[in-house]
């Protein structure tokens, strides 16, 4: 089994930064790819970016490029997500991911392990 932990969530205006921050623990050595999704209220949940562990290859959700930024530190068997610019449309609960295949893509039942979220709120 894999646990993954997410931290850095918060209240912050339009335009601010945030840092997320997941933990991974467990059998981690099988996984290849660790992803963001998001899910606002009353919406179901979206990819925003992966990365590959192997590779670092990033791929991200079209709103987000350019002012969102994955990373992952695998000594620390970590992943990031980098925010900036953010608007109040990123609201929403913000989970780490991550799956045995090298290229996890963007639909969350190729994901079989799961945190359990972190709250991002941005106000206009």
């Known amino acids: 089994q894999v646990q993954l932990v997410e931290s850095g969530g918060g209240l912050v205006q339009a335009g601010d930064s945030l840092n997320l921050s997941c933990a991974a623990s467990g059998r981690t050595l099988g996984i290849n790819t660790m992803a963001w999704f998001r899910q606002a209220p009353g919406k179901e949940r979206h990819f925003v970016a992966g990365i590959n562990r192997n590779t670092a290859d990033t791929y991200y959700l079209d709103s987000v490029k350019g002012r969102f930024t994955i990373s992952r530190d695998n000594a620390k068997r970590s992943v990031y997500l980098k925010m900036t610019s953010l608007e109040p449309e990123d609201t929403a609960i913000y989970y780490c991911?991550?799956?045995?295949?090298?290229?996890?893509?963007?639909?969350?039942?190729?994901?079989?392990?799961w945190g359990q979220g972190t709250q991002v709120t941005v106000s206009s």
């Open positions: 991911a991550a799956t045995d295949r090298p290229y996890g893509g963007r639909s969350a039942e190729t994901y079989a392990y």
